[in-house]
């Protein structure tokens, strides 16, 4: 850098110095005493003299530090622009990774609500359905338990109710075929004795 | 044998005897069927005065046994006719019953029932058999109005406290 500000130092001083030597001849050739001539002379001097600062090697020069410098200055832009495209890209990612970042968390966070609202639904409606079943179940089983008791008197009661007809039974599968009516004719004649009156009453008032 | 046919005559009002051998009404039918029958042919051989002790049809023990407990004699026709009219007023205002068994009896249990109810019902009392056979043990009479059940399932059904008392104590 101080390297080009002193060679930028350097060519402006020999552009000075140039020049004040130009308009040094232009005053000594100048003087009253000279007429047309002088002018011309002077004139062609001029000219000389700029050819002769100004020659091709000195526009080399100045095209080749002209160029190096458009060069430099194209480097450090492109440098630059090298460094601020990095920044900026840098940025960028920063940006879109905290974009997406942000844009996943929202969408984790969306979607992890929404789970969680399907999750306590679920287990809403899983609650409601074991309530409702075991309210069923608890229904139901009432509903055996009475049903069984029911079922149990009602057993009992036709035990009850047939329990003659069922002990009858029994006793007759007990005894077979072996009591006959020879056996039974006390049986049978103490009933006719105990419904004597009873009989009698009937036949006598008998229609 | 001299027979005519009798006069119609008021009935006496003698005790008339059932013997046990008439049970039923239709043993009652059958005597009165064969007593007519006896007069109708004693009339017809008086009539061609043919008859003889020997040619008299055969009677049953049923109805000579009926004749002889009421001191009635089969030949003579007046005694007939007593005999018929006694049994046609028996069928027609004699007290009847109807007592069913498991089982058919045998007629000498039929007997005996038959002689008690005669002795202790009414002595001019027939008698009805039928048969139960869910009855089991015991008989069932029906009179008129009524029905008498005497079977040991109806024992068991008016004991039914009883046995459930047993029961309640068993278990």
């Known amino acids: 850098m101080i390297q080009d500000h002193a060679g930028t130092i350097l060519i402006v001083g020999s552009l000075l110095a140039a020049t004040l030597a130009f308009i040094w001849m232009a005053i000594r050739l100048g003087s009253p005493s000279t007429g047309k001539n002088n002018e011309d002379s002077i004139k062609t001097v001029a000219e000389n003299a700029v050819e002769q600062i100004f020659n091709d090697e000195f526009r080399e020069e100045l ?17 630059f622009l090298q460094q601020d495209l990095r920044l900026t890209t840098s940025q960028v990612n920063e940006f879109m990774k905290q974009e997406i970042t942000k844009t996943l968390k929202e969408a984790f966070s969306t979607y992890e609500q929404s789970i969680q609202d399907a999750k306590n639904t679920a287990l809403d409606s899983i609650n409601k359905t074991r309530v409702a079943v075991e309210e ?3 229904v139901m089983k009432q509903q055996l338990t009475e049903t069984m008791e029911k079922e149990k008197q009602d057993l009992i009661n036709r035990f009850e109710a047939n329990m003659a007809e069922i002990v009858n039974h029994y006793v007759i599968g ?19 004795e105990h419904n004597k009156q009873a009989i009698i009453d009937d036949i006598k008032s008998g229609a | ?11 006496e009002t003698v005790k008339f005897k059932l013997t046990p051998e008439v049970v039923t009404n239709q043993d009652l039918s059958r005597a009165i069927h064969e007593v007519e029958k006896l007069d109708e042919f004693l009339y017809q051989a008086h009539l061609r005065k043919a008859a003889s002790r020997d040619s008299l049809p055969k009677t049953t023990v049923t109805l000579e046994k009926l004749a002889e407990a009421n001191n009635l004699s089969l030949t003579n026709a007046e005694d007939r006719k007593q005999l018929i009219n006694h049994l046609r007023e028996l069928k027609m205002r004699g007290k009847k019953l109807h007592i069913s068994f498991a089982v058919e009896p045998s007629p000498a249990v039929v007997q005996k029932i038959v002689l008690w109810m005669r002795q202790n019902i009414h002595q001019e009392i027939l008698v009805d058999i039928g048969i139960q056979p869910a009855i089991s043990v015991g008989c069932v009479v029906r009179t008129t109005n009524k029905v008498f059940d005497m079977s040991l399932r109806h024992r068991f059904d008016d004991s039914r406290t009883m046995l459930s008392g047993l029961l309640e104590k068993s278990s």
């Open chain 1, 136 to 138: 069923q179940g608890q």
């Open chain 2, 1 to 11: 044998m001299t027979e005519k046919k009798p006069n119609k005559k008021p009935v």
């Open chain 1, 63 to 79: 095209r080749n530090r002209g160029r190096l410098h458009f060069e430099k200055i194209i480097g450090e832009n492109a440098m």
């Open chain 1, 174 to 192: 007990a005894i077979g075929n072996q009591i006959d009516l020879e056996d039974q004719l006390e049986y049978i004649l103490s009933e006719l």
